[in-house]
């Protein structure tokens, strides 16, 4: 018995362990809001997605370029050549290899500028479309984070309470198993009832520690969240409020979900993008149009061997700057069905974007639909539990008097114990899940915010 007695003792200290440092749901929250990974990578991903804006505009502004050359030449002939005798001016003599060697340096700057192209102009609405798509999934994920954060919260607070009852259930049984003990001892009870008294005791102990183990998941769930050891939780206090949802009517609640639905508004823009995409590819079917400036200079210079232009064998031009614009139509003929291909494909993917469409419009309407019901049976399931736990209570101080005066059998007593520990487990999971449902059921919606969080944490203490 003392094996067992100090480790409920250990549970007991670690449960305890970090009271100095309780923490909150908004506290957990800012933590969380901070270091998860996932939405700060649904951040990068809206803010990747933003730059296809940036890009497409690009495309359509002028494009200037700039050049800078250099290119040596060297050639060498087997020809005759008559070249002047150095040695007589008057003379001339016959060469039959000579060389030439050649340096050009070219600078140079290009500027165009498209006047018409159709594809660029739908590539550029398509990435809008494309752009307020990732903006309405990241508030798609600051919506989760708040679910998130509060499933990982009372996640912990049910783990903990269940803990706490196991432990309650295990000194009740340790008790009543030295009770047992103590009546065999004296003749007034059977070998059997110190038996049943020692199994189910043994069972409470390996409760209490695969509920210690669940505890320290779930408080390892928030951790994962927030990147810091959490300390102790407060808890939710024993007047909840089991109001209903406003408005009290799951129609209502589905409208608002497929008006203010991120997830729903996501979907509904890449349908428009996949529309503009469709634009963009049946583009390459018609003529574009672009301006061109330059403005160029290209000096070259280099030596003769032998030389047939002076004494010296070299030359060196230096031409002036010299500046071109001009006009490019280009209508396209036959691509190879390259345009028909891309044009199918765009409608396949347009059709694909319907279909999501529609899928999350279902899956929203469902889980709106769902929420609602769940806040609504939670709320009673939170009062039939409360009962049951009284009533569980009740039936244990009942059955233990009954076991004293010899009406009830040790059975008796262990089961009404068992069903106060179901009771209670399933009162405070009840609590804690009536909570969560409610937040479930604004995000379906896409009208949660931080202010529903910081309204239940109102409710702990």
């Not at 003792?9 to 800012?30: K, N, P, R, T």
């Not at 000579?98 to 192209?117: C, I, V, W």
């Not at 929420?371 to 209570?393: C, D, L, M, N, P």
């Amino acid at each position: 018995m003392l094996r067992i007695r100090s480790l409920t003792l250990a549970v007991l200290l670690a449960m305890g362990a970090s009271a100095a440092s309780a923490d909150d749901l908004m506290q957990i929250y800012q933590q969380a809001r901070l270091a998860d990974p996932t939405l700060a990578s649904a951040e990068a991903t809206k803010l990747a997605t933003d730059e296809n804006i940036d890009q497409a505009r690009a495309q359509l502004l002028p494009q200037a370029t700039g050049s800078l050359g250099f290119t040596r030449t060297y050639n060498g002939s087997n020809t005759p050549v008559e070249i002047t005798d150095p040695n007589d001016p008057k003379k001339s003599i016959t060469v039959n290899n000579s060389s030439k060697t050649s340096y050009q340096r070219s600078l140079g700057a290009t500027l165009n500028q498209s006047l018409l192209d159709i594809s660029k102009w739908t590539a550029l609405k398509s990435s809008r479309y494309t752009a307020r798509a990732g903006a309405a999934t990241y508030d798609a994920a600051q919506q989760d984070l708040l679910v998130r954060t509060a499933t990982a919260y009372f996640g912990v607070l049910t783990a903990s309470d269940t803990l706490k009852f196991a432990i309650a259930n295990e000194k009740a049984l340790a008790r009543q198993l030295e009770q047992a003990q103590q009546r065999f001892d004296v003749g007034l009870a059977a070998i059997t009832d110190v038996n049943d008294a020692k199994a189910q005791h043994d069972q409470a102990v390996a409760s209490v520690i695969a509920d210690q183990n669940a505890v320290d998941q779930a408080r390892e769930a928030v951790r994962q969240i927030t990147n810091k050891e959490p300390g102790q939780f407060k808890k939710l206090r024993e007047d909840l409020p089991l109001d209903h949802p406003v408005p009290d009517d799951p129609n209502a609640w589905v409208d608002v979900a497929l008006k203010q639905s991120p997830i729903l508004s996501s979907a509904a823009l890449q349908v428009d993008a996949a529309n503009a995409n469709i634009n963009t590819a049946r583009a390459g079917h018609l003529p574009t149009l672009n301006a061109q400036l330059g403005y160029s200079r290209a000096p070259n210079w280099g030596t003769v061997n032998p030389s047939v232009m002076d004494t010296l064998g070299t030359f060196d031009s230096n031409p002036k700057w010299g500046s071109s614009i001009g006009l490019t139509l280009s209508v396209p003929l036959y691509t190879g069905g390259a345009v028909q291909s891309h044009v199918r494909q765009a409608i396949h993917n347009r059709d694909y974007a319907q279909d999501q469409y529609e899928l999350n419009r279902r899956t929203v309407e469902a889980n709106t639909r769902n929420s609602y019901r769940s806040v609504i049976a939670g709320a009673s399931e939170v009062k039939a539990t409360k009962a049951a736990v009284t009533s569980a209570e009740s039936s244990v101080e009942a059955t233990k008097a009954g076991y004293e005066v010899g009406t009830r059998t040790i059975i008796d007593v262990l089961i009404s114990q068992q069903t106060l520990l179901q009771a209670q487990s399933s009162y405070s999971s009840a609590r804690h899940t009536f909570v969560l449902n409610g937040l479930l059921l604004k995000q379906s919606a896409g009208v949660i915010e931080v202010k529903d969080l910081a309204a239940i944490n109102a409710l702990l203490e």
